[in-house]
């Protein structure tokens, strides 16, 4: 494990995470795109486990960054991953929540309300995309996200059910050679 | 914050602890259990303040909800208590992270282990295709929406260009665009 790559994480995830919008959900496409299309740190099905183990773990959505990190330099990897992530935006946090009444009425608040929303649906629905062409090979893996995705759309729920639900039906559809 | 209602005395131990458990309980993610200790067992915030602090968290780049946390973690105890805060909230996530991962790694030779990955894997994807479409059927409401969202789709999903760059030039034509109509 080489210092240079730990560097090289470390800088691109600050910036992604710098210039995010919308959440840890929207960088998905931005991160599949540093770790495994342009470093190779990772391949597709890597990227696929860490994505399913990172929504069953407890805890913030950001652990997807830790579980890169862990693929490309073990504990320290994993480390460097989540506070580069989290450190710079925890930072200009508190920063602003100091300064809010100073910058409640500029007129960027105007600008960001109107111009990142639809952005941000754009986003969400990239992150489906590449973690889909990440993780789903099969019909049944059609029939589970579809499913999965109408579900949660129609009825809110804490998503680690439908996970678990589709976990049971993945373990028997595999035992009877469906998979 | 016009009105600054009184808020409890809360310690340092305290803003440990309490995160500590936001982490332990954050099972789908930490939305439910923040707004549960900190608002219902903590009473640290009014549930308007939660949502108004929600909504600055939001805005700001990066994790959302950490971002929120880290601003309840400021207010009361500065620099410090973020530290503690953070440290709190990914002690024990990290921990079964770790558990987790070792265990894939040792067992994902099993059948049933690679068959509960592909489901869990696809449900996620899912998840996140669900809330997209909640988000659009809340957002894209005119055909200027419904144009943005489809060209942040379409370079960051479709064409996979770099998200700094695709987001800084979608944004500066959003607010041209938007200047425009009101000259119109």
């Keep these: 494990m080489n210092f240079d790559t730990l560097l090289l994480m470390a800088q691109t995830f600050a910036m992604t995470a710098i210039v995010s919008i919308g959440g840890i959900a929207t960088m998905i496409p931005e991160i599949h795109r540093i770790a495994v299309e342009t470093y190779s740190w990772m391949d597709d099905a890597d990227f696929a486990t860490a994505f399913a183990i990172s929504q069953v773990a407890p805890g913030p959505n950001v652990l997807l960054m830790s579980l890169v990190g862990w693929r490309v330099a073990g504990f320290a990897g994993m480390m460097v991953a989540t506070l580069s992530t989290v450190l710079p935006t925890a930072a200009l946090s508190m920063g602003f929540s100091r300064l809010e009444g100073k910058l409640k009425n500029t007129p960027w608040y105007a600008i960001i309300n109107q111009s990142f929303p639809p952005l941000i649906v754009g986003l969400m629905l990239s992150s489906g995309l590449v973690t889909a062409k990440a993780s789903i090979h099969s019909v049944f893996g059609v029939l589970i996200a579809a499913g999965v995705a109408l579900y949660s759309y129609h009825k809110k729920t804490n998503p680690l059910y439908p996970i678990f639900a589709s976990v049971f039906l993945g373990i028997l559809a595999g035992r009877f050679g469906l998979l | ?184």
């Design chain 2, 1 to 184: 914050m016009p009105t600054e209602p009184q808020h409890p005395t809360v310690s340092l131990w305290d803003l440990f602890t309490g995160f500590f458990l936001v982490g332990l309980f954050g099972f789908g993610g930490i939305a439910a259990s923040l707004y549960h200790v900190s608002v219902e067992k903590r009473k640290w915030l009014s549930s308007d303040e939660y949502a108004q602090t929600l909504a600055i968290g939001q805005i700001l780049p990066g994790a959302s909800l950490i971002n929120m946390s880290t601003i309840i973690a400021d207010r009361f105890h500065g620099l410090l208590g973020v530290v503690l805060a953070l440290l709190g909230l990914f002690t024990f996530p990290l921990i079964i992270l770790t558990a987790l991962i070792t265990a894939y790694d040792h067992f994902s030779h099993l059948p049933d282990v690679q068959s509960a990955t592909t489901a869990a894997a696809a449900a996620a994807v899912g998840l996140t295709f669900g809330i997209g479409l909640k988000l659009a059927k809340g957002i894209v409401r005119s055909k200027t929406t419904l144009a943005f969202a489809v060209l942040s789709f379409l370079s960051i999903g479709l064409f996979r260009l770099p998200m700094l760059q695709s987001i800084v030039g979608l944004v500066t034509v959003s607010i041209m665009f938007s200047v425009w109509q009101s000259k119109k």
